[in-house]
Each structure stands twice: as structure tokens, then as C-alpha cells.
């Protein structure tokens, strides 16, 4: 079975520092997809980065950045320059090719002023 | 472009009581997907469809059943509700190729009494 692993339930850093998310997962598959979702109070869920396992290069969006590390299973959020606005849940997920998104249990992020 | 929406946002039932929850998406989607969201356990697969009149299950479908008639629609109907199933429900889209964006709608907190 497929399993994706948050181990922070929750982070808090200053505003303006940098903050990294883990995530590890666990598939046979050689060819999927991970995904960071930002949940703020709003309940929305937003996209805030992909990377395809079939790429080496680590995705970037803006102050958003990720370490993956295929070997290790090991997909990591980096938030540079941190900002209020980003206080929000913070959701790993991975695709597999039954089109199936398998969630992580979240990681709560407060940025404090 | 509405996007997802998810009717209705809020609703109280009673213990055995049923209801129709409605999503619609207007963006022409193949795949759509049910959710629920309790905390500290990230969001779990309900039912999903790669397009319509299809359905499948998905991680926890028991006391749940799922329609797509038409493309843009996709219901998720609970027959005879029990207090285990209070959560927030979320909806989801998502285009054929496998690593677009997932759209989410707002969410439904559904409470059973």
C-alpha cells in the first residue's frame, strides 16, 4: 500500500525565516507525481507546488522550493523568506497512475510576527 | 469560471437521516473525487470518477455511494447517516493528464447527531 508521512503536526517560526516541511512516502511504482496543498482557515486547498518523479531537477515557485530525494522517498517543502500569509496547513500528496491522490496526516505552520 | 462548487456548505443531520451532497465543476474535467477531511488525519478517498458514468472506490467508501451522470456533476449521497461520518467533505477535479492540479471545492462540514 502507499503511504504518505508527515512527521511535524506542527511548526512555528518568525516571519522573514526560512521553514522546511517533511514528507516521506512509500510506493512501488517508478512513475508519479508528489504535490505540496496549502489549507489556510479559509478550508481552501491550493496547489503551491509539483514535482514529477521522473525529473531530477527540484521544482521551484517562487519563495517555494522542494528537496526530493527519490532514493530516500523523501519529498520536502522549503519556504523561504516566510510571510503571515502562509500560516496554513500544509498537505504532502502523491499521485500514483490510478489517479489516485494519497494524503499526509498535514503539518499545521504558524508564522509568527 | 466558478471552478469547483460544492453544495450545500453547512448541514446538521439526524442519526439514519440521508442527503445529497452536489459537486460541479465547469471546467470540463474528466476526474472527480470525494473527500473527507478528520482532523489530524489528513484527507481520505471516498469514491472517484475518471469520467462519466463511471465510478470507483476509493480508501473508506463504506456507508457512501457516488453518481456521475452527467460530466460536470458528481454526488455523494449517504443513505442512512451515522455519527462517524461528521466531517468536512471536499470535492475535487482534475483534468485527464496525470499531473495537472487538483481543484478543490470549498468543502462541506456536515455534523450527525
Known amino acids: 500500500a502507499q503511504t504518505v508521512t508527515q512527521s511535524q503536526p506542527e511548526m512555528s517560526v518568525q516571519e522573514a525565516e526560512t521553514v522546511t516541511l517533511s514528507c516521506t512516502y512509500d510506493t512501488s511504482e517508478n512513475n508519479y507525481y508528489l504535490f505540496w496543498y496549502k489549507q489556510p482557515p479559509s478550508r481552501q486547498m491550493i496547489l503551491v507546488i509539483r514535482?514529477?518523479?521522473?525529473k531530477q531537477q527540484n521544482a521551484t515557485e517562487n519563495r517555494f522550493s522542494v528537496n526530493f530525494q527519490k532514493a530516500a522517498k523523501s519529498f520536502s517543502l522549503k519556504i523561504s523568506d516566510s510571510q503571515l500569509g502562509d500560516t496554513a496547513m500544509y498537505f504532502c500528496a502523491l499521485m500514483d497512475s490510478n489517479y489516485q491522490l494519497i494524503w499526509g496526516a498535514g503539518t499545521k505552520l504558524i508564522i509568527k510576527p | 469560471n466558478a471552478g469547483v462548487t460544492q453544495t450545500p456548505k453547512f448541514r446538521v443531520l439526524k442519526t439514519g437521516q440521508s442527503m445529497t451532497l452536489l459537486c460541479a465543476q465547469d471546467m470540463n474535467h474528466e476526474y472527480m473525487y470525494w473527500y473527507r477531511q478528520d482532523p489530524g488525519m489528513g484527507l481520505r478517498l471516498i469514491h472517484y470518477?475518471?469520467?462519466?458514468?463511471?465510478?470507483a472506490k476509493g480508501e473508506v467508501p463504506d456507508g457512501y455511494n457516488v453518481s456521475r451522470l452527467k460530466k460536470q456533476n458528481f454526488l455523494l449521497g449517504l443513505e442512512s447517516a451515522a455519527p462517524s461520518q461528521t466531517s468536512v467533505y471536499f470535492c475535487?477535479?482534475?483534468?485527464?493528464?496525470?499531473?495537472?492540479?487538483?481543484?478543490f471545492g470549498q468543502g462541506t462540514r456536515l455534523t450527525v447527531v
Open positions: 475535487a477535479s482534475s483534468h485527464r493528464v496525470i499531473n495537472t492540479e487538483a481543484f
Open positions: 470518477s475518471v469520467g462519466e458514468g463511471t465510478t
Open positions: 514535482q514529477e518523479a521522473y
